[in-house]
């Protein structure tokens, strides 16, 4: 648990201490949802930087680009055709 964790839910837990009121539970409640979200933002940052560190990208030595294509090319048949109206039905 981080320090600005701890005292958010030290405070949380004074201010329910001082007046249980229904009010004052929902907010101790609130606070406690946004330091579970803000540590769970706090690991994906650190995952983000560990994974985009210069160290740990892999070497491109073992990439190898797609090769052209070669050879005829496939039409869409559907598109390929052209639709003329029939004008036999008036």
Do not use: Y
């Amino acid at each position: 648990m981080h320090w600005w964790s701890q005292q958010a839910c030290d405070a949380a837990a004074e201010a329910q201490a001082a007046d249980p009121s229904p009010g004052n539970l929902m907010a101790a409640a609130q606070v406690q949802a946004l330091i579970s979200m803000a540590e769970a933002l706090h690991r994906i940052a650190s995952a983000l930087e560990v994974r985009d560190d210069p160290e740990n990208v892999p070497p491109m030595s073992g990439f190898h680009p797609r090769p052209a294509r070669t050879g005829s090319v496939s039409v869409n048949r559907s598109e390929a055709k052209t639709s003329s109206p029939d004008r036999s039905k008036k």
